[in-house]
């Protein structure tokens, strides 16, 4: 099993454009998430899905939109950047509730 | 919503001293409590959990521990070797929600040969 992949690892971007970042799992997860994480801050828990279909907001979601129309995928969108989107971020999937299995995170740069 | 305090935020320790990290939450119907392990560069790793119903779990040379009364838990790592040199996070779920989590701002720990 590859586990959870996120792509890109590395992305800049000018303020004001879009992209999404992907993520997928093999794991047959029906859980999954994504987090920011920013120096001394911890993980930020921006958007999060029980199950395909299904999706709920986190602690810090405005900038941001997902969609989970299979289990196996998660996309995040963002759309209009800003520089305070600048981050390292993880996504994640877990088997109902406990561990949770990290991708190698996506760092961007808003400039 | 959930708030997690995690101290110290950098800890040097000796090889083969111990190291404590503590963090307190605020919501006390947050029920499991897991700590993560981020070497640098990589992605943060489970390395303990602990559900509310249980005051310690032990795993080789680490522990964790919980008071629910005070709202505390800890990690505990003996014998300290460089491999633990690390960022370890703590966590607390949200409400009674164990799927999702507030993360402590993370320790760094420095085990000096």
């Known amino acids: 099993n590859a586990g959870v992949t996120q792509t890109p690892k590395f992305r800049i971007l000018k303020i004001g454009q879009s992209m999404t970042l992907q993520c997928a799992q093999d794991?047959?997860?029906?859980?999954m998430y994504w987090y920011r994480q920013d120096p001394g801050m911890g993980l930020k828990l921006i958007y999060y899905?029980?199950?395909?279909?299904?999706?709920d907001k986190g602690e810090v979601p405005n900038g941001y939109n997902v969609s989970r129309s299979t289990t196996e995928d998660f996309p995040l969108r963002l759309e209009l950047a800003a520089p305070s989107q600048t981050s390292v971020y993880f996504c994640?999937?877990?088997?109902?509730?406990?561990?949770?299995?990290f991708g190698e995170g996506s760092r961007l740069t808003v400039l | 919503g959930e708030n997690v305090e995690q101290h110290p935020s950098t800890l040097s320790v000796q090889e083969g001293d111990s190291a404590v990290i503590k963090c307190t939450y605020s919501?006390?119907?947050?029920?499991?409590f897991p700590w993560y392990k981020q070497e640098l560069g990589k992605r943060p790793q489970l390395i303990i959990d602990?559900?509310?119903?249980?005051g310690e779990k032990k795993d080789q040379r680490i522990a964790v521990t919980l008071n629910k009364t005070a709202k505390h838990f800890s990690l505990h790592i003996t014998e300290t070797q460089p491999e633990d040199s690390a960022v370890y996070f703590c966590?607390?779920?949200?409400?009674?929600?164990?799927?999702?989590?507030?993360f402590g701002a993370g320790t760094t720990v420095t085990v000096r040969a």
């Open positions: 994640a999937s877990s088997y109902n509730t406990g561990e949770l299995f």
């Open positions: 794991m047959n997860h029906n859980y």
């Open positions: 899905s029980v199950g395909a279909g299904i999706t």
């Open positions: 919501d006390s119907a947050s029920n499991y």
């Open positions: 602990i559900r509310s119903n249980v």
């Open positions: 966590a607390a779920s949200i409400r009674r929600n164990d799927y999702k989590l507030s």
